[in-house]
């Protein structure tokens, strides 16, 4: 490494000059999306079918799947892409535990992981008691 006749009050303005080969006062760049979210978003895009909708496929945790089988709840496909679009909007507002309600059903989402978590008919459970979600969506 070769300094020349250069004046440095700190470490930092040697390192950043030298080692970053960045300028002596560059401006320190503010970052709008953290690694995580990056990464999520990567990923995500990655599962199947993903690309071409461009937003990652709704999964259903096993929890969920058994209740759905127990209960022989299939869904359409369209109650599938409104599930997917319930999930998102609740995602775009920051929830991250949601209830979502749609036609006859209701299913709790987390929608950090894209995952339904649980999933029931609405009256066959008693109280309808959701515990431990930060918003819920009609759908």
Known sequence: M???????TSIEQVTGRYLNQGSLYAPERSVETSFEEILRKKVDLNTPG???????????????????SDRNISLSQEQLDRLQKG?????DKGIKESLVIMDEY????????NTVITAMEQGNEGENIFTNIDGAVLV
């Open 87 to 91: 999930a998102r909007l609740c995602g």
């Open 2 to 8: 070769d300094i020349k006749d250069a004046r440095f």
């Open 50 to 68: 993903a690309q071409e909708t461009g937003v990652a496929d709704l999964r259903f945790s096993k929890h969920a799947a058994q209740r759905l």
């Open 106 to 113: 209701a299913f709790i989402v987390n929608t950090q992981k």
